[in-house]
């Protein structure tokens, strides 16, 4: 599966921002997604999680209560809306894709979108 990532761009704080993550292929309901994000000079992190059927969702603490992942099987894409956005979540975001089951190891995920660059001013 080919994923590609979108929506990101320079906003200010408290603002919200809505990414997609397009996939390519008829197989999208077979994967599990996922969200994470990399700021300069730190390790790629866990954002948000998906299971294939929509029944499950993961977050990270740092993100709960402001963001929310969904997918629309038909559409092929996954979400992830952002609220109330921080400056600590300047990043660039990656939409991830598994077979297996969702998790917030980066190891469990196949397949990488090419990420899009999330800036939040104070």
């Known amino acids: 599966v080919q994923l590609q990532a979108s929506g990101g761009g320079l906003v200010q704080a408290g603002d919200s921002l809505r990414l997609s993550c397009a996939a390519s292929g008829r197989t999208f309901s077979r994967y599990a997604m996922g969200w994470f994000r990399q700021a300069p000079g730190k390790e790629r992190e866990f954002v948000a999680g998906i299971s294939r059927t929509i029944s499950i969702t993961d977050y990270a603490d740092s993100v709960k209560g402001r963001f929310t992942i969904s997918r629309d099987n038909a559409k092929n894409t996954v979400y992830l809306q952002m609220n109330s956005l921080k400056p600590e979540d300047t990043a660039v975001y990656y939409c991830?894709?598994?077979?297996?089951?969702?998790?917030?190891?980066?190891?469990?995920?196949?397949?990488w979108g090419q990420g899009t660059l999330v800036t939040v001013s104070s």
């Open positions: 991830a894709a598994t077979i297996g089951s969702m998790g917030p190891s980066p190891a469990l995920y196949a397949y």
